[in-house]
């Protein structure tokens, strides 16, 4: 088979990769249970009240090796592997190349470099991750706890931000894998009280950020709204909704029923929709539509 003929549009369709920080107690782990029938591989005390929710306590980091390569052989009944939390990770691969490698901690390989053995160990669980994914259509949700931490822009200007908790080089790895990494925060309202009286904040409900910000780290291929609840369910309906194939099909049926002259279709056609980005296919609707 020739090069060319390997070539495809569109690409497969694949649960997304998510990761998902935020303050402790905020409600992560419950958006992780769920996702279609999660296996959580945990180390943490936060399923306290989701007794239903499937779970293993990796004893090390190479339990958590094997364990997704078992799922990748024999998925069983599972859909979703959900690793609560990243923080928890990050420690259980400190302490596994620490053993491994004879050093009493991970400032033990010398200045820096034990962080970047580390480094190299979460790229590989990354890497088997991706062959669930793909294999096994598994969704994979990542969860991590943040700190407040003072962020100094290059210009010197100084503010206070929510980053996820570990060290730098390990969580930037983690920030450039998932399809969807969201930040996960309560909701405040101010209310003027007028007069000299202080103005009053009402806490609201609990959100999902999708885009970065000042104070927090997000950002999403999958062409989210700004917002969303902290809610599975809510996020995987924005996740269809804004499906480049859910999106190619509404872009062919107005196109096909629109009151355009054959001669207009064929300008539009002239670009095949498979080869557009979610963005420039929603503008597309959005202009047939106002042809209707």
């Given at each position: 088979?020739?090069?060319?003929?390997?070539?495809?549009?569109?690409?497969?369709?694949?649960?997304?990769?998510?990761?998902?920080?935020?303050p402790e107690?905020?409600?992560?782990?419950?958006?992780?249970?769920?996702a279609?029938a999660?296996l959580?591989i945990s180390q943490?005390?936060?399923?306290?009240?989701?007794?239903?929710?499937?779970?293993?306590t990796p004893d090390?980091?190479?339990?958590t090796?094997a364990?997704?390569d078992?799922?990748?052989v024999n998925p069983g009944?599972?859909?979703?592997?959900v690793i609560d939390?990243t923080d928890?990770l990050e420690?259980s691969i400190?302490?596994?190349?620490?053993?491994?490698?004879?050093?009493?901690?991970?400032?033990?390989?010398?200045f820096?470099?034990?962080y970047?053995?580390?480094?190299?160990?979460?790229?590989?669980?990354?890497?088997?991750?991706?062959?669930?994914?793909?294999r096994?259509?598994?969704g994979?949700?990542?969860?991590?706890?943040?700190?407040?931490?003072?962020?100094?822009?290059?210009?010197?200007?100084?503010?206070?931000?929510?980053?996820?908790?570990?060290?730098?080089?390990?969580?930037?790895?983690?920030r450039e894998?998932p399809?969807?990494c969201?930040f996960?925060?309560?909701?405040?309202?101010?209310?003027?009280?007028?007069?000299?009286?202080?103005?009053?904040?009402?806490?609201?409900?609990?959100?999902?950020?999708?885009s970065?910000s000042?104070?927090w780290?997000a950002?999403?291929?999958l062409?989210?709204?700004e917002?969303l609840?902290l809610s599975?369910e809510?996020?995987?309906?924005a996740v269809?909704a804004n499906s480049p194939?859910?999106?190619?099909?509404?872009?062919?049926a107005?196109?096909?029923?629109s009151?355009l002259t054959p001669?207009?279709?064929?300008?539009?056609?002239?670009?095949?929709?498979e080869?557009?980005?979610?963005?420039r296919?929603?503008l597309?609707?959005?202009?047939?539509?106002s042809?209707q």
């Open positions: 088979m020739s090069i060319l003929a390997k070539i495809k549009r569109g690409g497969e369709s694949l649960p997304p990769r998510i990761l998902l920080s935020g107690g905020i409600g992560k782990s419950t958006f992780g249970a769920a279609p999660p959580f943490e005390q936060g399923l306290t009240g989701l007794d239903h929710v499937a779970r293993i090390t980091f190479a339990e090796l364990t997704v078992e799922l990748t009944d599972f859909k979703t592997l939390t928890s420690r400190h302490g596994f190349i620490c053993k491994r490698d004879g050093h009493p901690n991970i400032e033990g390989y010398g820096g470099k034990g970047k053995v580390a480094e190299f160990e979460l790229s590989a669980l990354l890497n088997k991750l991706d062959t669930l994914r793909e096994q259509k598994f994979i949700i990542l969860l991590s706890h943040v700190q407040i931490k003072t962020f100094t822009q290059p210009g010197g200007e100084q503010w206070d931000r929510y980053e996820m908790k570990g060290h730098k080089g390990f969580t930037g790895i983690l894998w399809d969807a969201l996960a925060v309560y909701e405040v309202f101010k209310t003027k009280s007028g007069g000299n009286k202080p103005d009053k904040t009402i806490g609201g409900g609990r959100i999902i950020q999708t970065w000042p104070g780290d950002k999403n291929r062409s989210l709204p917002t609840n599975y809510e996020f995987a309906a269809d194939s859910r999106l190619r099909e509404e872009f062919k107005l196109l096909a029923t009151k001669e207009q279709k064929k300008v539009w056609e002239k670009t095949p929709v080869t557009l980005p979610a963005d296919i929603k597309g609707i959005t202009k047939l539509q042809l």
